[in-house]
């Protein structure tokens, strides 16, 4: 069972645009929701996290929007560059930062490609 | 000095061999993870190791085993490799209220 769902699993987009990767979850005890970047023969690194007590964070160019009716956040990437191009995870926990004992369940990633 | 450094980065090895996968963090951590990403990117939770103690194992074959000789360090042991544990492994850490750090991976290829 897979606990967070992720799309899409490749996009496309123009230099300057705007990306938008979706992520859905189950659990309900999940409160705590990061996303990752990672680049190729690299490790995971942590973009930006949300809690479930606020709807929007932004950092830089980053949004992450949270839905707690619906159990769905999303990522967007204003004026997407193309150093952006990486692979993105979302991902849920239990624990404020995961760091729980259950650890992150990630979703499938999705490949993300801007184009010059 | 890199947070979480794992060793080898690179391991190619033969059905049947045990193999062992190093990792260490110097970030002062409590808690330390092995994570596996397969061949489509998904990245599975492994082992949670904290203290010294192991906390969560997943369903994962006995023939993996995370050793933690000190609190810096937490090494996966694989015994009777097969074809299908090809794939990165990454150690990661995290403190109390902190955020999960990973490692640059380790590709392990079965062959």
């Known amino acids: 069972q897979q606990q967070v769902k992720q799309s899409p699993q490749s996009l496309i987009v123009q230099k300057g645009g705007i990306s938008i990767i979706n992520c859905a979850y189950e659990n309900t005890a999940f409160d705590y929701f990061p996303w990752y970047q990672q680049f190729p023969g690299k490790g995971p690194a942590l973009l930006i996290a949300?809690?479930?007590?606020?709807s929007e964070k932004k950092e830089g160019r980053f949004t992450i929007s949270f839905n707690k009716s619906a159990k769905q956040f999303s990522l967007h990437i204003m004026d997407s560059q193309p150093g952006d191009s990486a692979t993105y995870f979302c991902?849920?926990?239990?624990?404020?930062?995961?760091?729980?004992?259950?650890?992150?369940?990630f979703g499938k990633g999705t490949h993300l490609i801007i184009q010059p | 000095d890199t947070a979480v450094s794992q060793t080898p980065k690179y391991l190619v090895t033969q059905m049947g061999n045990d193999k062992s996968i190093k990792c260490e963090q110097n970030?002062?951590?409590?808690?330390m993870y092995w994570y596996k990403q397969d061949s489509k990117k998904f990245l599975k939770i492994m082992f949670s190791?904290?203290?010294?103690?192991?906390?969560i194992n997943e369903t994962v074959p006995n023939r993996f085993s995370p050793k933690s000789p000190d609190k810096a360090h937490l090494n996966l042991h694989i015994n009777s490799l097969e074809l299908g544990d090809s794939a990165v492994y990454f150690c990661?850490?995290?403190?109390?209220?902190?955020?999960?750090?990973f490692g640059e991976g380790s590709w392990l290829t079965v062959v």
């Open positions: 991902a849920a926990s239990i624990g404020i930062s995961g760091g729980g004992a259950d650890g992150l369940t």
């Open positions: 949300i809690r479930p007590d606020v």
């Open positions: 190791y904290n203290n010294k103690e192991l906390i």
């Open positions: 970030l002062g951590h409590d808690t």
């Open positions: 990661a850490t995290t403190g109390s209220g902190n955020t999960i750090y």
